[in-house]
């Protein structure tokens, strides 16, 4: 049967699960954004009441140098590049220092795969920290640095992720999935970790008990065919593992990219896609609205079409920035807070992994976990 807005609308007040179909239907131009953006805040005010959440963190990219080409990346560059760089453990730790000294409970920390730093470089980079700073969690690696190490050791992806838990990881974030669609995957990032691998990698890590995130960076050469699909491979693993915590839409920059002849997503297609993503993964609890890419505005206003997070307060981001991001490069505590609440929402800020944080109301830097979160938690 052909989908419609009414079969739809029937489905998300039963609670039924969108199929692939539907979700196709839904990104079409004709059916209006604003119904489909209510429908949506219907599933995110179910999951996620009115709390908007963020964090205060900081991310370190510990070098760009990298031996892939993404077409889609302006943050990497070639060993010998100038505007390579590699941080040393002193900077890595100076890092890690501000963080806490500025109150963030989260360091988020991605990179290049350098050609000649071994896999002991990006152990040892967590180890350090967790020794110096065993509060401050520590949110590294993606799936695709994980599986250049799998190349690199030879070791199973367990023995990787036992290692890295040893050292002190805390969870994962949600990068290199893009568009796992093949079509489109050998278009963008041909020699990078397939699909099959990144979802691997993401189940062993919800198996060994690591919370981790997931994203799609939509927006360039995919179309609605190639971003349903992905949703439904993510909606997948979640009913197997339920170690999703997270869903980030990630819009595409262009700017200093290989593809820099796209023209950016429109905030209509950024608002629909979060609508989409929030109706079809039923089962991820939080959607981030990621103000660093989606712009403060569009961010703000996706707290009503499905997304329940800002994200964080954000220190030190080189990804989007060196592909032309034009938001500042972070946002004070304050801002953040006036943004959930101009929303209409309630500001809760909240740990890596959504517990509740307490600040001392004398000094802020200091915090504690609260009370676990009541909902979507
Ligand atoms: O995988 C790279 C994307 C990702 C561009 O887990 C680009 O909490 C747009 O995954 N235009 C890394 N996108 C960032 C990421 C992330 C961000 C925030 C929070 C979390 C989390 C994860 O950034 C890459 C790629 O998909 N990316 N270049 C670009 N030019």
Known sequence: MMPTLQAIRAKVETGERLSFDDGLFLYEPTTPLHELGEL????RERINGNVGYYNINTHLNP?????????????????RDPK????????ILERGREAVDNGCTELHIVGGLHHQ???????HIVRILHDAYPDLHLKAWTGVEINWFEYQTKKTVREIL????????????GGGAEIFHPEVRDQICEHKADPTKWLNIHRTAHELGLKTNCTMLYGHVENAYHRIDHLIRLRELQDETGGFQTFIPLAFHPENTGLSHIKKPSA???LRTMAISRLLLDNIPHMKAYWIMLGIGTAQTALSYGADDLDGTVRHELIYHDAGATTPEMLSVEDIRRLIEEAG??????????????????????????DALPIGA
């Not at 070098?63 to 060993?79: I, M, P, W």
């Not at 390579?84 to 900077?91: F, I, R």
Request: aromatic share 12%; net charge negative; hydrophobic share 30%.
């Open 63 to 79: 070098t760009n140098v990298c031996v892939y080409r993404c077409t889609f990346c302006a943050f990497r560059s070639d060993l």
């Open 345 to 370: 929402r309630e500001p809760v800020e909240r740990d890596t992994v959504y517990r509740r944080v307490e600040r001392d109301p004398t000094d802020p830097s200091r915090w504690s976990i609260g």
């Open 117 to 123: 730093k071994p896999y002991d470089w990006y152990v």
């Open 40 to 43: 949506a805040n219907r599933v």
């Open 162 to 173: 036992q290692d890295l838990l040893d050292a002190g990881l805390g969870s994962m974030p």
């Open 84 to 91: 390579g760089y590699t941080m040393s453990d002193e900077q």
């Open 268 to 270: 209509i297609m950024d």
